[in-house]
C-alpha cells in the first residue's frame, strides 16, 4: 500500500483532493498534502522532514506542481531514501489515476500516473 | 466472447463519475472487460482509461468481454448503460 503526499502552491492540492472526491463520490484518505508557506519556506521544509519520517515504513510517492520551484525543490534531499518517489507536474488525470489505479508494485504505478497525466494534454480543437 | 456495441444514450456520455460506474462495475467481475472506441482499446476496470476517450452523448463503443463470468458482466454493462448510469437522463 503507497501513502501520496502532494506539495503545492496555495490551495491548489486541497482543491485537487476535493474534485477527485467529487468526481469518485467517496472520501479518500491515501492523499495528504502540504501546501508551501510562501513566507516560511523553512517552515515547508520541516513539515516535509516530520512527514517523511513518519512515514518511514509506506513507500511514499509525492507528487508536485512545479518542478524546479520550491514545491518540487524541497523534495530533492530525500529522493535517494529508497522509499520515496518524486513526480512533478501535478494535475487532476494523475491524481485520480493514483487513486484508482490497482497494483501493488510502485513503479508500475509511478509509470501509469506519469503516462495519465500526459495522455491528459490533449489539442482537441 | 462477447462483443457488441453500445450506444451511450446519457446526457453526459462517459465523463468522470460515469466512467467511475463503469470501472466499478466491470472489476466486480473476473472476465476480462474491454471498451474499443475510435481504434482504442482501453481496459473497462481503469477509470481513467475510459474517461480519455471522451465518449459522448450517442456516441457508438464496442464493449469487449472475455471470461468465465462474461454474460453476467455483459448483461450487468448493457444494464447500466440503458439506465443513464444512475443519472436520470
Same mark, same amino acid.
Given at each position: ?125 | ?5 453500445? !450506444?451511450?444514450?446519457?446526457?453526459? @456520455? &462517459? *465523463?468522470?463519475?460515469?466512467?467511475? #460506474? ?5 472489476? $466486480? ?20 482509461? !475510459?474517461?480519455?476517450?471522451?465518449? @459522448? &452523448? *450517442?456516441?457508438?463503443?464496442?464493449? #469487449? ?5 462474461? $454474460? ?18
Amino acid at each position: 500500500m503507497f501513502k501520496y503526499l502532494i506539495i503545492t502552491h496555495g490551495s491548489i492540492g486541497e482543491s485537487l483532493l476535493e474534485c477527485v472526491e467529487k468526481n469518485l463520490q467517496k472520501s479518500v484518505n491515501t492523499i495528504d498534502i502540504i501546501s508551501l508557506n510562501p513566507t516560511d519556506i523553512n517552515q515547508s521544509i520541516s513539515n516535509l522532514k516530520e512527514y517523511i519520517s513518519k512515514h518511514s515504513d509506506h513507500d511514499l510517492i509525492i507528487m508536485t506542481d512545479l518542478y524546479g520551484a520550491s514545491s518540487s525543490n524541497i523534495v530533492k534531499p530525500y529522493t535517494k531514501n529508497k522509499n520515496i518517489y518524486a513526480i512533478s507536474g501535478l494535475n487532476l488525470p494523475m491524481l485520480m489515476k493514483a487513486v484508482t489505479f490497482k497494483t501493488d508494485d510502485v513503479q508500475i504505478m509511478i509509470d501509469e500516473i506519469i503516462k495519465c497525466g500526459n495522455k491528459s494534454i490533449i489539442n482537441f480543437l | 466472447m462477447i462483443k457488441k456495441d453500445l !450506444i451511450i444514450k446519457n446526457q453526459l @456520455g &462517459l *465523463h468522470a463519475r460515469a466512467s467511475n #460506474k463503469l470501472a466499478t462495475l466491470s472489476s $466486480k467481475f473476473n472476465s476480462n472487460v474491454e471498451i474499443i472506441y475510435n481504434d482504442e482499446k482501453v481496459d473497462a476496470k481503469n477509470m481513467m482509461d !475510459i474517461l480519455l476517450l471522451s465518449i @459522448g &452523448l *450517442h456516441d457508438t463503443f464496442t464493449l #469487449k468481454i472475455e471470461g468465465s463470468d462474461e $454474460k453476467k458482466a455483459f448483461e450487468s454493462i448493457v444494464k447500466l448503460v440503458d439506465n443513464f448510469f444512475g443519472e436520470g437522463k
